[in-house]
């Protein structure tokens, strides 16, 4: 009988943890589509930054033209990292539930990358322009 309790509340204590993974997955889900809802619209202003960058490196001399250059190189890489991370996101992964909690892991971490890497960007531009 002493080795029964123990023993039930092993298997209780693991029935309840795995009970917790479809709601992890869905938080995780809804985490990354949430940091992807926040920079999304923001790569309308990448484009125009990488636009204004441009049009005014024509007008520079070239070491200043090349900054802003590279500058708008940047905010392009920006723009496209966010693309590609869009095209290999998968809403509905399957696979065991181990596997979808850990793609959406790094799912979360992957789209924070993006969203890092875009307001970086975006905003080393922006400081170039109102120079």
């Known amino acids: 009988m002493k080795f029964m309790i123990p023993v039930s509340f092993v298997f209780l204590t693991i029935f309840l943890s795995c009970g917790d993974k479809p709601d992890q997955i869905k938080a995780l889900k809804?985490?990354?589509?949430?940091?992807?809802d926040e920079v999304m619209p923001r790569m309308g202003d990448l484009r125009k930054a990488s636009?204004?960058?441009?049009t005014k490196a024509e007008s520079l001399d070239s070491?200043?033209?090349?900054e802003l250059k590279a500058l708008a190189a940047d905010i392009e890489?920006?723009?496209?990292?966010?693309?590609e991370w869009m095209r290999q996101y998968e809403t509905d992964f399957e696979g065991t539930?181990?596997?979808v909690l850990n793609y959406y892991k790094a799912q979360r971490k992957s789209v924070q990358e993006v969203k890092e890497r875009m307001l970086n960007a975006l905003e080393k531009g922006q400081k170039a322009l109102s120079e």
């Open 51 to 54: 636009k204004s960058l441009m």
């Open 30 to 36: 809804d985490e990354v589509m949430d940091v992807h």
């Open 77 to 83: 890489a920006a723009n496209e990292f966010m693309m």
């Open 63 to 66: 070491l200043s033209a090349e």
């Open 97 to 99: 539930e181990e596997e």
